[in-house]
Every structure is written in structure tokens, then in C-alpha cells.
């Protein structure tokens, strides 16, 4: 079953604060508008504007040409998106699963449901009623596949059905190619091509001869198109079931929260740090009951007045330690005004993450000591702010400074890369790489004698070299090869020095030598 809901941007529009004072968007000529960098683009109109001649993707200054008197809003697509997941996840009493059809509408399957409702007949009419008294303007209806179900939603009277033994192509001969759910500029060359309807499209598929000539001819037109929006042959073959169409089914999420209503308001911040801290023991069992662990907790405070606080913390890693939530909370709840009385707690890990059991006194005997990496970084970023710590990631790159960076500790880890195999590497990296004075270099090119930072050291031990070559898809054609060799002097240190380049490899002069590394 497909829902679309035609106004959507408008139908939220009509709850907003806006509409609630007596600005009916029927009243007046009315239009949501987004900045672009041409100007302001309309992206919907109400009954008013659309008879005045405005429509969407209209650019306003042309709409003022023809409406003057037209009034202006501001669009909210992410707002939009954010109510068509909730509309998916309420469409779920009519079906197993549902899928978003962004940008405004519904997929439910419905397959098999429909005698609870007495038919699909009544199911549709039970769609349109809910949705009308919600105050969405919508178009509903059933078919066999998804492709099928859109195209008479959008094209078709509301409340159209197919039957799974009807032949699709006959009974959607003579809708629109726009049925298909393709991109502009592809509907721009079947209508340039003379294929309007879906039934003209099926015809030259088919081909004169019956033998699907024609389908080759679409194939060669269009078999650079990868995207199932702009090939017409995908689609058509999803919307009559030929091949499968994979949909993204929207699944609910609960956030783990926990609350305490207090028969006396308190005002004491002993008495709020208790309160704090049996709230985090109750989430903390319920993540561990839900094997999940927080990243982001929402503290909130209901004061007797009414009024809200709100305090929220973002951790480096999930954690379910309900000492490290109160001591984070701590430093957040210095400012805090309690007024006549806070009378309800809540907490809330409105973002979690799997975290499997563990042994909690090991990770207790670490931050004991200082080693608790995630608790360190939580604690840093509380008191100094997320911009001024920052932690290292691993890069895929062989070349030493490539193979690490750095992002602020609340981010999200990147993708993980390929492990790259590497030879012992020092414990400790300059930050660049230190060029040196090769005085004396054996014939087979080992280093013997250098000074680095005044002072000359005799080689006594050497191991290597260990090449890595350039990567060319970042370096310039005159990036030169590196040999790296590990270095022992008479004292007994040891140093990681390369050689950049080699003399007949016709990319410079001499070879330069740096050092890069220390080890232990």
C-alpha cells in the first residue's frame, strides 16, 4: 500500500504556531520558500497561490510576477523528513513493516492483513479517515508491488486497487511515464523520444517483431544510467514484478530512560546529586538489560513552576558506568537553578550503542589508575569543551606521518580501513621528519656516520632498508622513493632514519637523509 501525502510541507505547516494564531494557509495566496543561491525557490503552494499561478520549484521573484500579493514562509525539510519517519513508524498498524517513499510519502505491506479490516476497501477508507483527522491530505492505494502501488497513488483516483491476478501492464497502460519514478532529465528524453504513457513505452520494449528488439535499443540508450531512477527499464520491470525492488523497512527505537517523581520538591544540591545518582544505577541496569551502553545522556528537570532544565553529555565511548555518568553530571549541574522546587528527574540516552558484558572491576581498576582512556577524554572534554581535545585515528597509508590523525573525541570513529602490514615501527615519531648529515655511507649504501642536532653519531649495528614507494594518487610525478633503515650507535640508541631517493633515479640530485623516529 502506498500512501502519498500530497501537502505534506503545507499539512505541518497548518499546526505550526503560525497557524494556530489564525493564519489559515487558505486564506491567502502562501508559499514555502527555501534560499538558494539564485534566489528564493518555492517548494509548496497553497490551493490559493497554485490558482494565482505559483508552483513548486518555481523560482518567487517569477511567482510575485504573477501574484504579488503572495505571502511567504520558510520550508523545513528536515523537519519534513523527520515527520514522514514518524508517519512510517505510525502506518505500522495497518502492516507488518513499513518503508519511507521520501520526500513525502509511505510503503506498507499489507500483504495478507487486509481481512482484519474487513477488506481493502474498508483498510483504504480506515488509511484516509485516521489521516484526514490528523490533518494530512492524502492519496492511498494497494497493488502488488511498491512501483505499482506509487504510480496509482500519484496517478490514478484515490483508492485504487489491483489485484494481484490482473495483468499490471494492461491496467497501467495509460498512465504517465512520470509512474516510472524517474529523474527530470530522463522523463525529458522519453518525452523528446515520443513516449508519454507507459503502454508507449511497453510497445517499444516489446518491439515490432514481438522479440524485445526494442528493449535493446532502450538498453544502448540508456546503459550508462546505474541509478534505478533513470533507467526506465528498472523500473518498469520493478513496477510489474519482474525483478525485485529492496525496501528500506523503518524500525522503532526506544531510547533506554529512566525518571523519578518526588513527593517533596527539593532544592538542596546534595539532595539533586543523590537523586542523580539513583537515576544512573537505573540506567545502567536498563542498558545492561538491553546489552547496549550510552554516548549521549539527556538529564532533565522539571521545576515546580513549570520549567524545564535540560543538560545533556556526549561520551567518547558507550559506557554504562553509573559512577562516570554522576561525575560527568557533576560538573554540568553547578548552574543550576531549582527556584520553588525540582519535583521530577529524568534521564534519557537518547544515543546508544552496543556494548557486550564485561568484567567491571577490570575497567574500574584502570580509570583507578588513570589508564581509562574514554573516561579520561569524557572528563577533558567536559571541563575544557569538545574543541580543545582532540584523538588519534588510524589512516590507510604506508607513508609514517599519513598513517594517523586527529578529530575532536566526540565524532564518530571513521569506517574501518584495511589493516596494512608493517615492519617494527619506533614508539615514538617526530612530528616532521629531521634532515641529517650523512658523513660516511658504505658501498652498498648503509649510513655509518651522521650528525643530527650538532652532535655525530658512529653506526654500530643497521638493519634494513625497507622501501615505500610514493603514493601517486597524492604525490606529484617527482615524488621520490624511500629506503628506511633501523640504526644502533655505540651508546646503544637507536634511530629510524630513510634515505629519500636514489641517485640514478633521475628525479632530483643526491639523495637527502632524514631521521623520523626514536625507539626505546
Known amino acids: 500500500m502506498a500512501i502519498w501525502c500530497a501537502d505534506l510541507a503545507l499539512d505541518r505547516w497548518r499546526h505550526s504556531e503560525n497557524c494556530q494564531r489564525g493564519e489559515g494557509p487558505d486564506s491567502a495566496p502562501l508559499a514555502l520558500i527555501t534560499e538558494t543561491a539564485h534566489g528564493p525557490r518555492i517548494d ?10 505559483a508552483a513548486k520549484a518555481m523560482m518567487l521573484a517569477d511567482a510575485r510576477t504573477l501574484c504579488p500579493s503572495i505571502e511567504v514562509r520558510p520550508s523545513d525539510p528536515a523537519g519534513d523528513l523527520a515527520f514522514l519517519e514518524r508517519l512510517a513508524l505510525w502506518a505500522m498498524r495497518w502492516g507488518p513493516w513499513s518503508a519511507m517513499d521520501a520526500p513525502d510519502g509511505v510503503l506498507v505491506d499489507v500483504t495478507a492483513v487486509a481481512h482484519l479490516f474487513g477488506g481493502e476497501r474498508r483498510l483504504l477508507a480506515d488509511v484516509e479517515a485516521r489521516c484526514n483527522a490528523r490533518g494530512l ?34 491496467r497501467l497502460a495509460d498512465l504517465p511515464v512520470a509512474a516510472l519514478r524517474l529523474d527530470n532529465d530522463v522523463l525529458l528524453v522519453l518525452k523528446r523520444l515520443g513516449l508519454k504513457r507507459l503502454g508507449d513505452l511497453a510497445s517499444i520494449e516489446e518491439g515490432r517483431d514481438g522479440a524485445g528488439s526494442g528493449r535493446d535499443a532502450i538498453q544502448r540508450r540508456f546503459r550508462n544510467r546505474k541509478s534505478p531512477a533513470a533507467n526506465p527499464l528498472v523500473r518498469m520491470d520493478q513496477l510489474l514484478g519482474r525483478v525485485p525492488e529492496p525496501l528500506l523497512p523503518v524500525v522503532p527505537v526506544t531510547a533506554p530512560m529512566v525518571q523519578r517523581r518526588l513527593l517533596e520538591p527539593i532544592r538542596h544540591r546534595q539532595l539533586l546529586d543523590t537523586v542523580v545518582s539513583d537515576l544512573a544505577q537505573d540506567m545502567a541496569r536498563t542498558l545492561e538489560a538491553k546489552g547496549e551502553g550510552a554516548r549521549r545522556l539527556q538529564l532533565g528537570l522539571w521545576r515546580v513552576d513549570g520549567e524545564v532544565l535540560v543538560r545533556e553529555l556526549e561520551m567518547a565511548a558507550a559506557t554504562r558506568d553509573p559512577d562516570h555518568m554522576v561525575r560527568l553530571f557533576a560538573d554540568r549541574l553547578d548552574d543550576i537553578d531549582a527556584g520553588f522546587g525540582i519535583e521530577m528527574l529524568r534521564l534519557r540516552a537518547s544515543w546508544s550503542q552496543p556494548l557486550g558484558l564485561d568484567q567491571s572491576d577490570l575497567e574500574a581498576a584502570a580509570e583507578q589508575h588513570g589508564t581509562s582512556l574514554a573516561a579520561c577524554m569524557d572528563r577533558l572534554t567536559t571541563r575544557l569543551g569538545t574543541q580543545a581535545v582532540q584523538r588519534p585515528v588510524p589512516r590507510a597509508s604506508h607513508i609514517p606521518e599519513r598513517a594517523q590523525g586527529w578529530q575532536p573525541p566526540l565524532e564518530p570513529e571513521p569506517a574501518e580501513q584495511h589493516q596494512l602490514a608493517f615492519h617494527t615501527r619506533p614508539l615514538k615519531l617526530l612530528e616532521r621528519p629531521e634532515r641529517i648529515s650523512v658523513l660516511y655511507a658504505a658501498p652498498e649504501g648503509y649510513p655509518r656516520r651522521f650528525s643530527w642536532r650538532g652532535e655525530v653519531c658512529e653506526v654500530a649495528r643497521v638493519e634494513g632498508p625497507e622501501r615505500i614507494a610514493p603514493e601517486w594518487w597524492r604525490e606529484r610525478g617527482t615524488a621520490r622513493l624511500r629506503d628506511y633503515y633501523r640504526v644502533e650507535d655505540e651508546a646503544g640508541r637507536r634511530y629510524w632514519i630513510y634515505r629519500n631517493g636514489l641517485p640514478t633515479d633521475g628525479r632530483g640530485g643526491m639523495p637527502d637523509w632524514y631521521l623520523q623516529g626514536l625507539f626505546a
Open 137 to 170: 491530505t492524502i492519496r492511498a492505494a494497494i497493488a502488488p508491488t511498491a512501483g505499482a502501488a506509487w504510480a496509482l497513488a500519484h496517478f490514478a483516483a484515490s483508492g485504487a486497487i489491483l489485484g494481484p491476478e490482473e495483468d499490471l501492464q494492461t
Open 44 to 53: 509548496a503552494v497553497n490551493p490559493a497561490a497554485r490558482a494565482a499561478g
